[in-house]
């Protein structure tokens, strides 16, 4: 007798945290979310200060100064600044990405204030000692070189440039390139922290065991009269290298199999279409159950796992499918995800794809804000993609509420075959003929430490 496939249970009910929002007469908001269930706050500083807003060679200044933060502030090296996180039981993890930068750290209740203190010296008053900037940039420097040598990073940079036109900010790694890192110095991270770093950028997020009143009355000591003008956020670009499809192939010989990339540029975050294409592609690809990784895996056997994406970001990030697969049957896997889209494209998706992707989706989201951690980052979303407040109360009512018709529309809309950009790293001497063979393109052979300087 065939057993049969156990199906869902009904998703357990679940309310995220209510936040209170005020805004500091500076401009600093301030964003409070009680969480009582356990003795921990965790504190969270955003700010306006992503890559996207890099000046053209000086990209990765914004990364750099945000690790750098964590090196010392105010009168305090990097040990002493360590030493005195460690004392309240905590220690601050900072970084950025394409549209902030953030600071965090969880301690317990009664050491929320002594926290504030701290963090205030760090968002005011950095350091950036030339010793330590060098070192972050030794470190980044790093980074790129063994880039070069490993496929799946190596993959990510050049589907950038293959994607964007070389005069948008996304077509360079958020991190920066090798040449502009090493222009770098304190003077420009401290240029950057006059320039985007203000209580007028940033935003205090709080979630835990404490009060909206007892969050604001330190944030107040601490930060509310941190004002200055800062310069103004800047739009990233997001004009396609190319509006035909193109297929470029990494030359690297030594490659045991062939990283793959095939995408487009995609939507950005505020899109309207988002919950649409969301559900779409958890069908297309961002699921296990999803069409390309069963057919790519369960179906070919060409890979371990397949997924697609769309990157969200302010502007339009990138869409892209990725993979891995053994050499010889490179062009066989990128025709198979050829066709997965424009299947995707062709007709509705069926009932149970919908109620899969749809119950996947709402089912799994109270697991991923359990914890004051979860739910700070959560609220960080929110506020710098500008969602309404009520937007997590809604969020699975609004991918349930998402029809097939819907998916249909959304592949239609969002899904450009004839734009998409395909591109593979491995062995050149094996892959090309495979591409060219599939008549989508002449393939465009690189090889892998071309432009690693620059």
Do not use: C
């Not at 504030?116 to 000692?129: G, I």
């Not at 090798?178 to 203000?198: C, E, F, G, I």
């Not at 007892?214 to 930060?223: D, G």
């Not at 050499?327 to 794809?353: F, H, N, P, Q």
């Amino acid at each position: 007798m065939k057993a049969s496939r156990p199906t869902p249970g009904t998703p357990r009910p679940y309310e995220f945290p209510q936040a209170t929002r005020v805004v500091l007469p500076g401009g600093l908001r301030l964003v409070v979310a009680p969480m009582r269930r356990l003795p921990l706050v965790t504190i969270l500083a955003v700010v306006d200060a992503g890559a996207a807003g890099d000046a053209p060679g000086q990209e990765g200044t914004a990364m750099l100064a945000a690790a750098a933060l964590a090196e010392g502030a105010a009168h305090r090296d990097g040990p002493a600044l360590a030493d005195a996180f460690e004392r309240l039981g905590t220690a601050i993890e900072s970084g950025a990405d394409w549209d902030d930068a953030s600071i965090r750290l969880t301690v317990t209740p009664g050491r929320f204030d002594e926290a504030m203190a701290l963090l205030s010296e760090v968002l005011m008053a950095p350091r950036f000692a030339a010793a330590d900037v060098e070192r972050l940039k030794a470190e980044r420097l790093a980074e790129l070189l063994q880039q070069q040598v490993e496929p799946r990073g190596l993959a990510d940079e050049r589907f950038a440039r293959a994607v964007y036109d070389p005069s948008s900010r996304y077509a360079r790694p958020a991190g920066g390139t090798p040449a502009s890192v090493r222009a770098l110095d304190p003077a420009h991270l401290h240029a950057w922290h006059t320039a985007r770093y203000s209580g007028a950028t940033t935003t205090i997020i709080v979630a835990g065991d404490v009060t909206p009143e007892q969050a604001l009355a330190s944030v107040e000591r601490r930060l509310g009269d941190w004002t200055r003008p800062v310069s103004p956020a800047l739009t990233v670009q997001t004009i396609a290298r190319s509006a035909s499809r193109g297929v470029h192939v990494v030359a690297k010989p030594d490659a045991p199999q062939s990283e793959l990339r095939v995408g487009h540029v995609g939507l950005p975050r505020t899109h309207a279409d988002y919950f649409q294409a969301v559900v779409m592609n958890a069908a297309l690809g961002g699921l296990f159950s999803s069409r390309i990784n069963l057919n790519l895996r369960e179906v070919h056997a060409y890979t371990y796992g397949a997924h697609s994406a769309f990157d969200w970001r302010r502007s339009a990030g990138p869409f892209v499918v990725g993979t891995a697969v053994k050499t010889e049957v490179t062009g066989a896997a990128v025709r198979e995800i050829l066709l997965e889209i424009d299947r995707m494209r062709e007709s509705e998706i069926t009932a149970d794809e919908l109620g899969l992707a749809t119950r996947y989706l709402a089912g799994v989201f109270p697991i991923r804000y359990e914890t004051t951690g979860a739910v700070a980052s959560a609220l960080a979303v929110a506020r710098v993609y500008e969602l309404p407040d009520d937007y997590f109360s809604t969020y699975r009512e609004r991918i349930t509420a998402v029809t097939r018709a819907d998916v249909h529309a959304a592949a239609r809309t969002h899904l450009h075959p004839s734009s998409l950009q395909v591109l593979a790293v491995g062995d050149s001497s094996a892959v090309e003929g495979q591409l060219a063979a599939l008549d989508i393109g002449t393939p465009t052979v690189t090889s892998a430490d071309e432009g690693a300087g620059q």
